[in-house]
């Protein structure tokens, strides 16, 4: 089992629309977590952290549920410029990447 | 540009060769980390420093791979005798301590052929 564990996708998303997508962790001593952008043959780059109480930041919206050991991202309002892989994060010493979920904002 | 720069781009070497990278991480972080990425996967988490002190590394570095970060700035990643599985992508980032958001470098793409 993976220890950061990720719906592959696509999401396949019309421009305007919400999407959610979910990760799960499995270590329980995961202090930090985060989730990172990635486009095709890039780097990854840090999107924002994220906290028990959820945090927002413009359109993006993340929750950490620590009980069930998920987290979560929204996209509210997507833009075709959102296409893209996010990295979902869970940090115990180092960060521990998923495999990465697929969006695809069509027009 | 104060970012975390890997060097070279692209590497392509035949089997059996060996290769270095380079990483410069951003100065002020003390960490610095080597992950590596395949198609479809996340990075995966090869080895870390603190400052010159190599604090972990992971079991997918075989004793063909090699780390070093000698002055606590920066850092070059060896393999030796490379195979074809090798191919990646390999990532370098820096941070302050561990529980960071990590900066990431472009990467060096790897194929062996």
């Known amino acids: 089992r993976k220890e950061v564990e990720q719906d592959p996708g696509p999401f396949n998303v019309p421009e305007g629309a919400t999407v959610a997508f979910n990760c799960t962790y499995s270590?329980?001593?995961?202090?930090?977590f985060f989730w990172y952008r990635q486009d095709c043959r890039k780097e990854p780059k840090l999107l924002m952290s994220?906290?028990?109480s959820g945090n927002e930041d413009g359109r993006f919206t993340a929750q950490l549920n620590r009980a069930s050991q998920y987290i979560s991202l929204l996209i509210r309002d997507s833009k075709l410029s959102d296409s893209a892989t996010y990295l979902c994060?869970?940090?115990?010493?180092?960060?521990?990447f998923g495999a990465g979920t697929q969006v695809v904002v069509t027009p | 540009d104060t970012g975390v720069s890997q060097d070279p781009r692209h590497k392509i070497t035949k089997r059996g060769q060996n290769v270095t990278f380079r990483c410069d991480p951003i100065?002020?972080?003390?960490?610095l980390y080597w992950y590596r990425q395949t198609l479809g996967q996340g990075p995966e988490f090869l080895t870390y420093?603190?400052?010159?002190?190599?604090?972990?590394k992971s079991r997918l570095l075989s004793d063909r791979f090699s780390a070093e970060r000698p002055k606590g700035s920066f850092s070059t990643l060896e393999i030796q005798r490379t195979e074809q599985g090798d191919s990646a992508m390999y990532l370098c980032?820096?941070?302050?301590?561990?529980?960071?958001?990590?900066?990431f470098g472009s990467g060096t793409r790897l194929t062996v052929v």
């Open positions: 980032a820096s941070s302050v301590g561990g529980n960071y958001g990590y900066t």
């Open positions: 270590n329980s001593a995961s202090q930090s």
């Open positions: 994220v906290y028990s």
């Open positions: 420093f603190q400052n010159e002190a190599q604090l972990e």
């Open positions: 100065s002020e972080h003390n960490r």
């Open positions: 994060v869970a940090s115990w010493g180092k960060l521990q």
